[in-house]
């Protein structure tokens, strides 16, 4: 596995190998040992998650506060643009944020540690987007982070896409007016 750090360090980028022939491919998506060897890390996954969305949903910028997860996300069919955005202000890199295209193609995979508000928007006609988490899904701590905020300045590729919003989506908050992480 090939583990690229970002421009938030604790963010990275996960390369599994991949075995294919003319009958298709195989890959080993994630292994315990293998992830700890590579990336220094000893996270337990306690859940994970399958959505399907269509060509610009846009999800996110989601974090819990209390309960915090960290999040180890791809994609298995379509693409889309991952998110991260540090919601610790105790962090040189608070309100800093980094994106990542992840695709069937290119089989690379996120890690998002707790701390970090996470999104994507679909870039596909539609993606299936997986992913494994260090706690359970707390509604009662979810914020949102508004996905346009201007101070974080997310550059969403968004070209003619003109994105679709959940009700709790449209309510995310400015920067300026998020709970943070100590």
């Given at each position: 596995m090939k583990v690229t750090a970002?421009?938030?360090?604790e963010v990275l980028i996960l390369e599994p190998k991949v075995f294919g022939d003319t009958r298709g491919f195989f890959m080993e998506s994630f292994n315990a040992n293998t992830f700890r060897e590579a990336t220094g890390l000893d996270v337990q996954f306690v859940q994970d998650n399958h959505s399907r969305s269509s060509r610009g949903v846009l999800r996110g910028l989601h974090?819990?506060?209390?309960?915090?997860?960290g999040k180890l996300v791809r994609v298995a069919r379509g693409s889309v643009f991952d998110v991260a955005v540090d919601m610790r202000r105790s962090s040189p890199n608070?309100?800093?944020?980094?994106?990542?295209e992840l695709s069937?193609?290119?089989n690379r995979q996120l890690w998002v540690p707790a701390g970090f508000a996470h999104g994507f928007v679909v870039l596909s006609e539609s993606a299936d987007f997986?992913?494994?988490t260090t706690d359970y899904y707390a509604p009662a701590h979810e914020r949102a982070l508004k996905w346009d905020d201007p101070t974080v300045g997310v550059a969403w590729p968004l070209g003619?896409?003109?994105?679709?919003?959940?009700?709790?989506?449209?309510q995310g908050?400015?920067?300026?007016?998020?709970d943070a992480f100590a």
């Open positions: 970002t421009a938030l360090p974090y819990q506060l209390q309960q915090p997860q608070f309100g800093k944020w980094v994106g990542v069937e193609e290119n997986l992913y494994k003619d896409i003109v994105p679709s919003l959940s009700a709790k989506d449209q908050k400015a920067f300026a007016d998020c």
